[in-house]
């Protein structure tokens, strides 16, 4: 399993409990208010609405703050802000390639704080098109074990496009075609096996593993891009072990 995979579930486990979590109840409502305003404030006819609330919701976000974020991105109350969607390409330390996805309604901000946890860490910005083709966007959904097993999820995913199902010890990863997800997504509701998340993310095609003093750079990169306001996600094409992932805890 791709060490990337399992330190993004476990930075996932981690963010519900520690102390950004104001951040990271923002970054979801925002999500949420650009989903209805792009597809309407219904979560039946909006899928990626109703995937940005359900993460929300599994990540302890009030129902009131939830509700709020659909009616001012629908229009039905008012006070929301124009959230552009902007992608910036990087390479960290070790020559690990990154895609950095920002909501913003201040382009020049965003850049510029993005531009800077870059440099103060190791890394560069790059020419859109350097790193992109690295990765592919693909649907992931991941899946609480709750006494499951691979199989378990395999049977019931199988049939509806899933790609793989990937054990991260506590979790399964689900991985399909972007344009599966809500077909893999509901296969799973249907089977009554409960999910975290389901979204389309960058999965990288190549990947460049890591010694401890490498990980422990690029995470301090990571951390410092996601500590944006304006940074929604970030993506990165690099594998550390088990043993390494430990080590740095």
Not at 53 to 64: E, G, L, R, T
Not at 117 to 133: F, H, I, K, Q
Request: negative net charge; proline residues 3%; contains cysteine.
């Amino acid at each position: 399993m791709s060490g990337h995979s399992k330190w993004a579930t476990t930075k996932h486990k981690k963010a519900v409990v520690d102390a950004k979590r104001g951040k990271m109840f923002a970054k979801l409502i925002k999500n949420i208010e650009v989903a209805a305003r792009t597809g309407g404030g219904d979560p039946g006819g909006n899928p990626t609405l109703y995937d940005a609330i359900q993460k929300a919701k599994k990540s302890s976000v009030p129902n009131d703050n939830i509700d709020r974020a659909v009616k001012r991105g629908s229009g039905a109350e008012a006070g929301g802000a124009e959230y552009q969607t902007i992608t910036y390409e990087g390479y960290g330390p070790n020559g690990v390639a990154v895609l950095i996805e920002c909501l913003t309604d201040n382009r020049n901000r965003a850049a510029a704080e993005v531009r800077t946890a870059l440099t103060r860490n190791g890394g560069t910005l790059a020419d859109p098109g350097s790193v992109s083709y690295l990765f592919t966007r693909k649907g992931v959904i991941v899946v609480p074990r709750n006494g499951l097993t691979e199989d378990d999820v395999l049977l019931a995913v199988l049939e509806a496009g899933a790609e793989e199902v990937n054990d991260l010890d506590d979790a399964f990863e689900v991985v399909c075609e972007a344009g599966d997800l809500v077909a893999v997504r509901t296969a799973l509701q249907d089977a009554k096996i409960d999910y975290d998340s389901a979204e389309a993310q960058f999965v990288p095609s190549v990947e460049v593993p890591l010694d401890e003093e490498g990980a422990r750079k690029i995470f301090r990169l990571i951390d410092a891009l996601e500590d944006s306001d304006d940074v929604q996600n970030v993506y990165a094409n690099f594998d550390v072990s088990d043993e390494v992932m430990e080590a740095v805890g």
